[in-house]
Every structure is written in structure tokens, then in C-alpha cells.
């Protein structure tokens, strides 16, 4: 059973630009969260996908945005970048409906500089 | 609403020594508590969880934790450390259903360094 894979490790872009992350749920997981970590804090809840919809928000601005394709895989976009998003981006996937049934699978994160 | 405080940004303890980190919980229903650790460069790995079931939880790596919900804490303790634990440790709880699935997000408390000392 592979994990969750992220893709790419490490980005450095520049103010303004737009980035997209990757992220390749569990084996058998059709649910994807996105996470944000910055520097010396807990992660943030960005939004969750399941079905190839979005299926909540946290406090985020509309420049974030995602996709999930029916291979379970997720994407997240980031327009307009600012100096703030400097972070490390985690994708976490899960599977079930009860809501005792959580297992969430973290991936290694990309960590994105924005200078 | 729901939050989590963590009551220690850093604890340092002993190899073979107990280990405490303090988390307290705010929740408007009946909560799903997590503890995840987090080497570095590495992603969050579930140590344990309580899911309404017994409130004292046994998690991987010799860690437990107890569910009081009088206290509204939910305490990682382990009792002699190693000093391979030494990594970020959250306290994560997970009430609020989003819409149509059942499922929840997580709130992560701010985290907790653990050192350990040889």
C-alpha cells in the first residue's frame, strides 16, 4: 500500500507568479485535504475534496484553489502569490464515511519560499 | 467553534525519563481528539486518537493519552523517553462536519518541541 505523494519537495517562486502543488492520495482514498504549515506553527485547514468537489473551506482567500481528479489525485493552486504563503503545504488523504472512521494519511509536505 | 491549546511550545526531558504535553481542547460537540508527531523535513504521522471509546487511548512508540472531559484535556504522556522522540508533537481535534460527507476537518494546535537529553 503506497502513501500520499507530494510533489515537488521544495519551489521557490516570486511575488505575483502562480504555483501549483500535486498530490497523489492513498491507495484507495477518495478524499484529499490540503493543509498549510507555516514557519513555527500547526498546520491550517485550506479546503477538502471528495467527489471532484470542493467539500469545505477553512479562512482562506479565493486565489486558493484546487482540483481533484478521478484517480482520487489532487491539486492545489495558488494565484497571485504573496510574500504570507511562504509555507510548507501538506495533502492528507482519508477514506470513510463514519465519522469515527478517520484515517488520515499525511504526505511529506512541499515547502514553498515566496521571495 | 472549535480550538486547541497547547500549554507547552517547548518541553525537555531526560533519555529514560516521563514525558507530559499538555493539550486542552474547545469543542461545541462530541470531539475526536488526535495526537500527530512530526520529525523534520517529514510529514505528520498519527500517534494515536480518541473516538469515543475508552478515554485512556494507547498510541505507536510507547505513547498513551487520556481523554478527561471534565478537564477538556487531552495529556500525551509516555513513560521513559528516547531519544528518537525528540520531534514536533500536535494535538489535533476534529468536530466540525462538513457539508454532505460526514467527514471533518482537522484543528491543529500550535505544536509542542520535544528535546530529549542524553
Known amino acids: 500500500e503506497t502513501g500520499v505523494t507530494q510533489s515537488p519537495t521544495h519551489l521557490i517562486k516570486t511575488r505575483g507568479q502562480q504555483v501549483t502543488l500535486r498530490c497523489s492520495s492513498q491507495?484507495?482514498?477518495?478524499?484529499v485535504s490540503w493543509y498549510q504549515q507555516a514557519l513555527g506553527q500547526g498546520p491550517q485547514f485550506i479546503f477538502q475534496y471528495y467527489r471532484e468537489e470542493e467539500n469545505g473551506r477553512g479562512n482562506f482567500p479565493p486565489r486558493f484553489s484546487g482540483l481533484q481528479f478521478p484517480n482520487y489525485s489532487s491539486e492545489l493552486n495558488v494565484n497571485a502569490l504573496e510574500l504570507d504563503d511562504s509555507a510548507l503545504y501538506l495533502c492528507a488523504s482519508s477514506l470513510g464515511v463514519a465519522s469515527s472512521s478517520y484515517g488520515y494519511t499525511f504526505g511529506s509536505g512541499t515547502r514553498l519560499t515566496v521571495v | 467553534a472549535q480550538s486547541v491549546t497547547q500549554l507547552d511550545s517547548h518541553v525537555s526531558v531526560s533519555e529514560g525519563t516521563p514525558v507530559l504535553l499538555r493539550c486542552n481542547y474547545s469543542s461545541s460537540y462530541s470531539p475526536s481528539l488526535f495526537w500527530y508527531v512530526q520529525h523534520p523535513n517529514k510529514g505528520l504521522q498519527l500517534l494515536l486518537k480518541?473516538?469515543?471509546?475508552?478515554?485512556l487511548v494507547k498510541g505507536i512508540n510507547g505513547f498513551e493519552a487520556e481523554f478527561k472531559k471534565s478537564e477538556t484535556s487531552f495529556h500525551l504522556t509516555k513513560p521513559s523517553a528516547h531519544m528518537s522522540d525528540a520531534a514536533e508533537y500536535f494535538c489535533?481535534?476534529?468536530?466540525?462536519?462538513?457539508?454532505?460527507?460526514?467527514?471533518?476537518?482537522?484543528?491543529f494546535g500550535s505544536g509542542t518541541r520535544l528535546q530529549v537529553q542524553p
Open positions: 491507495s484507495g482514498h477518495n478524499t
Open positions: 489535533v481535534v476534529s468536530d466540525q462536519s462538513l457539508a454532505g460527507t460526514g467527514r471533518r476537518a482537522l484543528t
Open positions: 480518541y473516538t469515543s471509546a475508552a478515554t
